[in-house]
C-alpha cells in the first residue's frame, strides 16, 4: 500500500474515533482566542451575567459589531418558532446529525453504550447540557421524520437548560411545546412524525446552521429575524458595545425631543459637553447600562458599530 494510501486510512480512522465527542484539545485550539474559564468539555464558559446583559441587547446592534470585526457568517434567519417573543440565550452546545447507515450506526450505539450513554443518539445531547445551554443541531434541514425532539425531550431540555434550542431540523408535538412556559424552538419547521433514519456524528463539534457557522461554547442570541452566533472571545465586547448603541440611541431620542442638541450635534463627533450631558442621563437612569467615561471614551474612539 502506498504512504499516501495509508495516511488517508489514518486520518479517516482518527475523525471517526472522534466523530461524537469533539476531542477537548481541539475544541480549545479552535476556539484559543478565549482566555476565560472552560467546562470540562473545553467549551468557552462565558459568565452568566454576560448571558443576564446579552438577554436585553438587540440583534441588529450585535450583528452590526460583528459584521465590523469581519465576522460575517454568524447569522441565519427563515425560522419557525413555537412562541414569537421568547428569546433563546445562552451558550451553544454543538450536535451534528446525517443520514443514517446500518453500520455506522450500529457502531455508533455499540460505542455510546460502553460510554454509558442510553437512548436513541439524539437524546445524547441532552445529557451533557447544563443551566444556560442552548442546544444547536445542525440535521441537514430534514423535516418530515426528522423531528429531533417532541415535547418530553423539550421538557427535559428546559429542565436542564432553562432555555430552548435552534436546530436546523424538525420538531414534533407543537401543542405540548407551546405548554412549557418559557421555552422556545426555532426549527425548520413542524412535523408529525417520528425521528428515522437520522444519527448523531458530531458532538460539540463545529457545525454549519444554514449561512453561519457556530462552535461550541458560543453565544446563542435569538430575535423574531433570526439567530446570531457570537464568538466566545467577542461575547464581552459585542454586549458592552450593543448595550452602548441602545442606550446612546435612547439618549438621542431625548435630546432631540427636547431640544437640548440639534441632529447635526448629535450625530457628528461628540463635544464634550454632550458627553457631559450623556452621563448625567445615565446617572439619571439607573436601570440603563452604566457606562464609565473612560468606555464612553473608547467607545467614541474606536467606533466599531
Known amino acids: 500500500m502506498k504512504k499516501t494510501g495509508l495516511l488517508l486510512i489514518l486520518v479517516s480512522s482518527y475523525f471517526f474515533a472522534q466523530s461524537q465527542v469533539f476531542p477537548p484539545s481541539e475544541l480549545t485550539y479552535l476556539t484559543s482566542y478565549w482566555k476565560g474559564e472552560r467546562f470540562e468539555d473545553g467549551r468557552p464558559k462565558i459568565s452568566d451575567e454576560l448571558i443576564a446583559r446579552a438577554r436585553k441587547i438587540g440583534i441588529e446592534e450585535a450583528w452590526q ?119 422556545n424552538a426555532y426549527v ?31 453565544l446563542v442570541l435569538s430575535e423574531r429575524e433570526g439567530v446570531l452566533f457570537i464568538p466566545a472571545h467577542l461575547a464581552e465586547k459585542v454586549v458592552a458595545t450593543a448595550e452602548f448603541i441602545s442606550v446612546r440611541d435612547r439618549f438621542s431620542k431625548d435630546v432631540l425631543k427636547s431640544g437640548t442638541y440639534n441632529a447635526g450635534q448629535i450625530d457628528s463627533q461628540w463635544t464634550e459637553d454632550i458627553k457631559t450631558a450623556f452621563l448625567r442621563w445615565i446617572s439619571a437612569h439607573p436601570n440603563e447600562p452604566q457606562i464609565t467615561k473612560e468606555s464612553l471614551e473608547k467607545f467614541l474612539e474606536k467606533r466599531t458599530w
Open 188 to 218: 425548520r419547521d413542524f412535523h408529525p412524525s417520528f425521528l428515522e433514519e437520522v444519527v448523531l456524528i458530531g458532538l460539540n463539534s463545529p457545525i454549519r446552521i444554514g449561512a453561519a457557522i457556530v462552535m461550541p461554547g458560543d
Open 65 to 183: 459589531v460583528l459584521y465590523n470585526e469581519g465576522y460575517k457568517n454568524q447569522f441565519e434567519g427563515n425560522w419557525k418558532m413555537v412562541h414569537d417573543h421568547v428569546p433563546v440565550v445562552g451558550r451553544a452546545v454543538t450536535a451534528k446529525y446525517s443520514p443514517t447507515r446500518p453500520d455506522i450506526e450500529a457502531l455508533i450505539k455499540e460505542r455510546g453504550k460502553k460510554e454509558g450513554r442510553t437512548g436513541n443518539t439524539n437524546a445524547w445531547p441532552i445529557q451533557v447540557l447544563q443551566k444556560g445551554d442552548v442546544y444547536v443541531a445542525e440535521a441537514f434541514g430534514k423535516i418530515a421524520q426528522g423531528t429531533l425532539i417532541g415535547d418530553n425531550l423539550g421538557a427535559s431540555i428546559f429542565n436542564k437548560t432553562g432555555n430552548g434550542v435552534i436546530f436546523d431540523g424538525a420538531a414534533r408535538d407543537l401543542s405540548g411545546l407551546a405548554q412549557l412556559n418559557g421555552f
